[in-house]
């Protein structure tokens, strides 16, 4: 029987990418996200290329009512979840604290530290139901540095780091893995969103240097799924190679 995962933010960058990646894998998918369009593109895209089931739900993470009641009243076949990747997140904007926008940082807090706790909370209790699960948090290099102009999106993202040690802990008796991958600059939708639509500024960011692509992080995923059963990854920091901390690129 096919295993299954639920991807949140699957319609674009990383999650697209993880979820093209499971799908290979063989992993049955419950893919979710906002743009509904998008979600319907992606899910016609693995079923025409794999030999999977795919489950869309257009999900918006910051709701807690959403998350709850979809993901309890999933189909009875789609509710043993092996795998939940926490990957829908997003950046806005980047300012001093003093001149910090306050609904940037409230879209922030809610998408990628309260959306991933409701998220969290929802489906663990299946697992703990199926006695076996893995879970996957997607922080970055900003969950172990700060920047300047980045305080809120840092702190979201050491908060999901502690989150994730949080789980593991708790989820220890429960034969629940629990992982974090932390990547440097990706090149994705990330800093068109960041930059609210701007794409010029959006491109300057991956200027001079190569970045990260997706596929390197659907590739570190899968390198996590594919361990045997004793052996969980706690966490994985990845980078491109031109950059060595959040502030140090080598650009040509
Ligand atoms: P993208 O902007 O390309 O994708 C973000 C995904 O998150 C989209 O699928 C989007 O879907 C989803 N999302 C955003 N807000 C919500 C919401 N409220 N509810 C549900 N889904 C939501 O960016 P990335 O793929 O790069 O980002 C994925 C993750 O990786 C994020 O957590 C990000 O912080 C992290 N990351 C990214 C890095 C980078 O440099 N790109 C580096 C390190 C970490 P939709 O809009 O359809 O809802
Ligand atoms: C995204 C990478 O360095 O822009 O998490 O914060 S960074």
Redesign the pocket.
């Known amino acids: 029987m096919n295993k299954i995962a639920f991807i ?9 990418a993880c979820a093209k990646k499971l799908a290979k894998l063989g992993f049955n998918l419950i893919i ?4 509904k369009e ?2 319907e593109k992606v899910k016609q895209e693995l079923i025409a290329n794999y030999k999977i089931k795919v489950l869309a739900i257009e ?4 709701n807690q009512d959403q998350v709850a009641t979809k993901i309890n009243s999933l189909p009875e076949e789609w509710t043993k979840i092996d795998l939940l990747l926490n ?5 806005v904007g980047v300012s001093a604290v003093q001149e910090g926008i306050i609904d940037d940082w409230e879209r922030m807090i ?3 530290l309260k ?1 991933l706790l409701y998220v969290t909370r929802a489906i663990t209790p299946l697992m703990i139901a199926n006695k076996k699960g893995q879970i996957i948090n ?5 969950g172990k540095e700060v920047y300047p102009g980045g305080n809120v999106y840092c702190a979201t ?1 050491h908060a999901v780091d502690a989150i994730t040690k949080g789980m593991r802990i708790d989820l220890l008796p429960h034969n629940i893995k629990v992982s974090s991958i ?12 960041r930059f609210k639509g701007d794409s010029k500024k959006a491109d300057q960011v991956y200027q001079g240097f190569t ?2 692509y ?1 596929e390197d ?1 659907a590739e570190t995923v899968e390198f996590i799924v594919t361990r045997p059963a004793h052996v969980n990854i706690n966490d994985i920091l990845i980078m491109p190679t031109n950059q060595a901390s959040a502030r140090d690129v080598n650009r040509a």
Not at 87 to 91: W, Y
């Open positions: 949140t933010g699957a319609t674009a960058g990383i999650g697209e979710s996200g906002r743009r998008n979600l999900l918006d993470v910051r990957n829908a997140g997003l950046a809610d998408t990628n959306g997607i922080t970055s290099i900003a993202k932390a990547p440097g600059m990706v090149e994705t939708e990330f800093s068109v969103v970045p990260l997706a992080i």
